[in-house]
């Protein structure tokens, strides 16, 4: 069994053989590359963030409205709480995993791009 430096120092000096740079500059490249993705992932859970806040307050909304008899028809009701709620759950999820991939690509950048190296297919 090779030892997984000797494996990544081939793969990296593979890789700039193909694209003609040295493999410092590859390895430069994918870290802030991964450093990159960590802040559109850190970007996106703020505007999820800010989604999940919004599907809330008009949510409450809704609610109080609802308690008000504002609501003429039932159904209408009932069809603004599913939608509101599928918001809320989807903002949800993508908090939650968007935030723990920013944590780890911002605080750990070259362990992904030694994954990309290792196994370029599994890497988004």
Do not use: C
Request: proline letters at 2%; zero cysteines; a positive charge.
């Amino acid at each position: 069994m090779q030892n997984i430096p000797e494996i990544i120092n081939q793969s990296i000096d593979v890789l700039a053989s193909k694209f003609g740079a040295t493999g410092t500059h590859l390895w430069g490249i994918l870290v802030k590359q991964s450093i990159i993705q960590g802040w559109i992932n850190a970007a996106l859970v703020i505007i999820f963030i800010i989604i999940l806040i919004l599907s809330i307050i008009a949510l409450k909304k809704a609610w109080k409205l609802e308690r008000e008899g504002k609501y003429s028809e039932e159904s209408k009701t009932i069809i603004l709480y599913i939608f509101r709620a599928i918001r809320i759950v989807t903002a949800i999820i993508v908090i939650l995993t968007s935030s723990t991939t920013a944590i780890k690509q911002l605080s750990n950048p070259e362990y992904r791009a030694i994954q990309t190296i290792l196994n370029p297919n599994t890497v988004n």
